[in-house]
Nanobody, 121 residues
């Protein structure tokens, strides 16, 4: 069983940058695709980013390309979500997910508990 724990959220002003971390345990990290979803108040949960098990391929939802980035550090079993120029509409609960290397983009079998990011306007 994979366990995922997010950290790094909080309250920030519009225009700020923030990097979320997700630490994984319980499975070989280098075999896992890792990604992020978010759920804004009153909205559905949506997929936003993924990095492949090898780190060789990243995917960012179109609307966030150029502003968000995903990376991983296998030595630390941690995936990161770098968020820049934050806007009020980025306010959401952010969820880290993990799936095996055979899964499609956005398909995760394990989830973190979620972490709140609030952007003041």
């Amino acid at each position: 069983q994979v366990q995922l724990v997010e950290s790094g959220g909080g309250l920030v002003p519009a225009g700020a940058s923030l990097t979320l971390s997700c630490a994984a345990s319980g499975s070989p990290f280098s075999t896992l695709n890792m990604g992020w979803y978010r759920q804004a108040p009153g909205k559905d949960r949506v997929w936003i980013a993924q990095i492949s098990w090898s780190g060789g391929t990243t995917y960012i939802t179109q609307s966030l390309k150029g502003r968000f980035a995903i990376s991983r550090d296998d030595a630390k079993s941690t995936v990161y979500l770098e968020m820049n120029d934050l806007k009020s509409e980025d306010t959401a609960t952010y969820y880290c997910g993990a799936g095996d290397r055979w899964s499609g983009v956005g398909n995760y079998d394990h989830w973190g508990q979620g972490i709140q990011v609030t952007v003041s306007s």
